[in-house]
């Protein structure tokens, strides 16, 4: 029997998974190892990951296509799919607990990712797991139970994804009362707060399960949008996230 495989993008030739420090959100400067799983079912304009999935011959806009640099990039050249085992001892080499699964969208990969944690937790019951998800699909059951911790970021009209794609009530009605979930809004200009109210509003989400962060990948960028959005979270009880990683080594992957 052909044995399951995880599809990583591929980073420098290799699947991308590194040590580094969580940078964003709730459990930000934690050392942690780093998964990038390959693909999305969204397409965010302003995605720092689009080699996930803005591939060649697709009409997605983003927004680096004005740049004359920019192509839309090989989807053979930049997947990579491993054995849940191989990946299993290249995390564990790192001697570090702490796990992200990142993406792209790491959820459309549940049931070998459920693998690879409990062949993880069989070397270890240490280790622990964050999910970055956009939050538009929910865990299956089995998913939910081995996930310490999600780091929803429901995408905003920012995004330029159409809203039936980007909000699925279902899913975010789930992750509002997971006591497992916190919520991560990307935050690109003050009127983006009107969007962050309503969708709090109609999903139940508190005030204290929220993170605002600026949108940007340069030091320079987030610095713009840090003053304001701190008055914003003064204002609501909402955390306030800076980019740790953009301030440390500005875009560079993989680090
Ligand atoms: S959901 Fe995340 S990975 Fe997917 S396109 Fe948006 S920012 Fe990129």
């Known amino acids: 029997m052909e044995k399951t495989r995880l599809k990583l993008a591929r980073l420098h030739g290799k699947p991308e998974i590194f040590y580094s420090i ?13 998964l990038r799983t390959a693909l999305c079912n969204l397409h965010c304009f302003w995605c720092d990951t689009d080699y996930t999935w803005n591939w060649k011959g697709t009409r997605f806009k983003h927004e680096h296509d004005a740049n004359p640099d920019y192509q ?5 050249e ?14 564990a080499s790192f001697r570090c607990t702490n796990i992200i699964l990142t993406g792209g969208e790491p959820m459309l990969q549940q049931p070998v990712l459920l693998e690879l944690i409990q062949k993880l937790r069989e070397k270890s019951p240490l280790f622990t797991f964050e999910i970055e998800t956009n939050g538009t699909m929910k865990p299956t059951p089995a998913f939910d139970e081995a ?27 789930f992750f509002s009362a997971s006591p497992k979930a ?18 709090l509003q109609q999903y139940a989400i ?50």
């Open 22 to 34: 969580q940078g964003e959100g709730r459990s930000v400067g934690v050392p942690s190892v780093f």
């Open 72 to 76: 839309k990039f090989d989807k053979k």
């Open 78 to 91: 930049w997947i990579e799919a491993c054995l849940v085992e191989d990946v299993a001892d290249t995390v």
């Open 147 to 173: 996930v310490n911790q999600y780091n929803v970021s429901p995408k905003l009209e920012n995004s330029n994804n159409p809203r039936k794609l980007r909000e699925k009530p279902a899913a975010l009605r």
């Open 182 to 199: 916190n919520f991560k809004f990307v935050m690109t200009e003050k009127a983006d707060l009107e969007e962050v109210l309503t969708m």
């Open 206 to 255: 508190p005030p204290e399960k929220v993170w605002l962060m600026p949108e940007g990948t340069t030091a320079s960028a987030l610095a713009e949008r840090r003053e304001s959005l701190v008055e914003i979270c003064k204002e609501h009880g909402f955390r306030y996230s800076d980019r740790l990683h953009v301030q440390i080594w500005g875009s560079k992957k993989g680090v």
